[in-house]
C-alpha cells in the first residue's frame, strides 16, 4: 500500500511541474502585469514586450471594448502614433510602457472624423507615469 501512495505522490508532483511549465508565458505575462500601473490595465492590455541591454519595452494595445462614449454609432478606424511614458525601472533596466490608443468613425462615414479616447496616465508636465513621476519629483530629480 505504502508503494502506491508513493507512486501518486510521484506522479502529482510530475503532473503539477508540468503544467507549471506550460504555463511560464502566462506567468511572465501576470509579473509584467505587476509592472504596469491598474489604472493603464483597465483600458490597454499587454500585447509584446521588448528587452534590451540598457531598457524594457512594454507595449500596450487599447482594449477594443474601451468605445468612447456619446459619439453614437462607432467602428475602428486604425491606430494612433503610440504615446511612450517611463515607469520605474527594472533590475537595471530603464522601463517604458508604449501605449497605443484605437481611432474610431461613425458607421458608414469616410473616416475623416475619427475619435479617440483620452487618458491621464501621465504627471502633468512629464512623460511619467503618475506614481514614477511623483517619486521623481519627491526626491527632486
Not at 515607469?87 to 508604449?98: A, D, E, Q, T
Not at 458608414?108 to 496616465?121: E, I, K, L, P
Request: net charge neutral; hydrophobic share 35%; charged share 25%.
Amino acid at each position: 500500500m505504502r508503494c502506491w501512495s508513493i507512486k501518486i505522490e510521484i506522479l502529482s508532483t510530475l503532473g503539477f511541474m508540468e503544467k507549471k511549465s506550460a504555463d511560464q508565458s502566462s506567468i511572465q505575462s501576470h509579473l509584467y502585469s505587476l509592472l504596469v500601473p491598474q489604472e493603464i490595465l483597465n483600458s490597454f492590455e499587454i500585447t509584446s514586450i521588448e528587452e534590451k541591454t540598457e531598457d524594457l519595452f512594454i507595449y500596450l494595445l487599447e482594449k477594443d471594448i474601451c468605445v468612447p462614449n456619446s459619439h453614437g454609432d462607432l467602428v475602428q478606424n486604425g491606430y494612433m502614433n503610440p504615446v511612450e511614458l517611463n515607469s520605474f525601472p527594472i533590475v537595471g533596466k530603464r522601463c517604458f510602457l508604449r501605449l497605443t490608443r484605437r481611432k474610431w468613425k461613425a458607421r458608414g462615414s469616410d473616416g475623416s472624423a475619427s475619435v479617440t479616447n483620452t487618458y491621464d496616465f501621465a504627471l502633468e508636465g512629464t512623460k511619467a507615469t503618475k506614481l514614477f513621476g511623483s517619486f521623481l519629483k519627491e526626491f527632486g530629480l
